[in-house]
């Protein structure tokens, strides 16, 4: 059964991992502004750079490219969410990443974290040449995976009954949905959005719980 994921605080907590940047190099007392400025890493790198280097008299060149790095040192896979992929594949699911990003600063994170040794893959929007929310990408990535969706019909195919994992209401939940796919919200403890639509298949409050969910579903079946 496919099981494609969202990496950016769904597999991994980049929230933490920019925290933890933010205060080993400007300091605790700068990480408030510093994370509202990054807007969940939302805003342009190239935007933020220009703001902390007027902000902290630091050089723009040397902040942005640290900002592209993504912050990769920093990023911990939560032992949880290993062992949670693992049981998801015994059961016969195939997890297989797919994210926005470029495809240098995701692939190090995925290979920073050893997810890299946990899924059977992953594709990215920079090398896909589109971006979720658009159904294309997860075209890309369950024909990657071994498993096409149906793009005629605007459905997965119903014997694969596959599933889209991932925080994003929009990118994740409404854009797995558009494809045809299950979906679980990851919500980090945060109430769905009263205007997002369509609703998620599941909501859990980390990735791991909702793997576990998935995978313990009462009519879950291995295989495609």
């Known amino acids: 059964m496919l099981l494609l994921i969202d990496l950016d605080n769904t597999l991994i907590d980049r929230r933490s991992a920019f925290k933890r940047w933010a205060d080993s190099r400007f300091g605790v007392a700068h990480t408030p502004w510093l994370i509202d400025a990054d807007q969940d890493g939302y805003e342009s790198r190239a935007a933020l750079a220009a703001r902390i280097a007027a902000r902290f008299r630091v050089d723009e060149i040397t902040i942005l490219a640290e900002l592209q790095a993504g912050m990769v040192d920093q990023m911990v896979l939560d032992p949880r969410v290993a062992a949670a992929l693992a049981e998801a594949v015994a059961a016969g699911f195939v997890p297989f990443v797919v994210t926005n990003g470029t495809v240098a600063q995701q692939e190090a994170k995925l290979r920073h974290t050893g997810l890299d040794r946990l899924v059977a893959g992953w594709t990215i929007s920079e090398g896909a040449g589109v971006r979720k ?52 919200w990851v919500s980090d403890g945060q109430p769905w959005p009263a205007d997002a639509s369509p609703s998620p298949t599941l909501i859990a409050p980390d990735c791991a719980t909702a793997l576990r969910e998935i995978t313990g579903l009462p009519g879950a079946r291995p295989g495609r």
């Open 133 to 184: 929310p658009d159904r294309r990408i997860f075209e890309a990535a369950a024909a990657a995976a071994g498993f096409p969706l149906d793009s005629t019909s605007g459905r997965a195919d119903r014997s694969v009954a596959g599933w889209m994992v991932g925080d994003q209401p929009a990118n994740d939940i409404s854009g797995g949905a558009a494809a045809g796919l299950r979906t679980a």
